[in-house]
């Protein structure tokens, strides 16, 4: 498909080749064909609000600092950022019903327990692992958690940390659930909900391409990876799920998305769930 009348700007085969290349560099995502029009349709924002018209303009643009903010927008812009509170709920009662005792019982003093969020997108899916590790943790023990929560798209993640969203976001959660870990927003904040300090405490947001180098100084217990790993070709996801192995305690768990599986990518995990995983000891 090329450029049409219909388009408020110009936008080529070419163009359109060029951008999924840079994207594809900055991620590891792999753009098929058929996102041709979602790049034209998130990418038209930009072209605005920078005063350019066309999408050649937009390559030349990035052309001159393919490794700068605009290609962190590119980024931005480009990223699915679907989620929701306690999605996939199975994943949230196997953490509550069968590793958090687990933990609990090997360390029955004090021990940090250190789970990542991959991938947080604006939060919700952290929040819901601070609410589930909340509820089963002793009380003198709270301050033992530790979740990382990191994606690389900069402005979900101040989306995240900032902790506000609309109230239809949260209607499907328990009434005690929202009264417990939420805030209800007046005045300005009327239709919002707000996370209460309590339930921010065990985490840290941070920027993190998964498949630029990373480290983190003290391994994993969980990591939470779903619904990222499908975008990205077989080789690289095969190096990130070995990193993952890398990162995690022998014995640590990796949960993935409902549509991805590890089939032919690792034989360094087991399948023991729908969608849940164990390394190796």
């Given amino acids: 498909m090329d450029a049409t009348s219909q388009r408020e700007f110009p936008y080529t085969r070419q163009d359109f080749d060029f951008l999924r290349r840079i994207a594809h560099e900055r991620t ?3 753009v098929g064909d058929d996102k041709f029009d979602m790049f034209y349709a998130r990418l038209s924002r930009r072209l605005r609000q920078l005063g350019l018209g066309s999408f050649g303009d937009y390559c030349q643009y990035l052309r001159k600092d393919p490794h700068g903010q605009e290609a ?19 994943h949230f009662d196997y953490l509550a019903d069968e590793i958090v005792p687990e933990f609990l019982r090997q ?18 899916e952290p929040y819901s692992l601070a609410m589930t590790l909340l509820d089963r943790w ?4 709270r301050d033992d958690l530790h979740i990382h929560a990191t994606d690389i798209d900069s402005n979900v993640l101040a989306n995240a940390s900032a902790g506000i969203y609309p109230q ?8 005690p659930l929202l009264k ?12 919002k909900v707000r996370v209460k300090p309590e ?8 920027q993190l391409n998964l498949l630029a180098p990373w480290h983190w100084d003290d391994p994993m217990h969980v990591i939470f990876c779903r619904n990222v790993i499908i975008y990205f070709g077989q ?20 949960f993935i998305g409902h549509s991805e599986t590890l089939n032919r990518t690792s034989d360094r995990f087991e399948l023991i769930g729908r969608t849940i995983y164990r390394k190796g000891r």
């Fill in 28 to 30: 590891g995502i792999v």
């Fill in 72 to 90: 962190l927008e590119l980024v931005n812009a480009i990223t699915t950022n679907l989620t929701a509170f306690f999605r996939e709920r199975h």
């Fill in 107 to 124: 360390h029955p003093g004090k021990a940090p327990f250190r789970i990542w969020s991959a991938g947080c997108s604006t939060g919700e």
């Fill in 138 to 141: 002793p009380g003198h023990r």
């Fill in 168 to 175: 239809e976001r949260v209607r499907d959660l328990p009434r």
């Fill in 180 to 191: 417990r870990w939420f805030l209800r927003g007046t005045g300005t904040q009327a239709g």
């Fill in 199 to 206: 339930l921010k405490r065990p985490l840290a947001f941070s």
């Fill in 235 to 254: 080789e690289d996801k095969a190096r990130l799920v070995n990193r993952f192995a890398d990162a995690l305690v022998d014995g640590g768990y990796l």
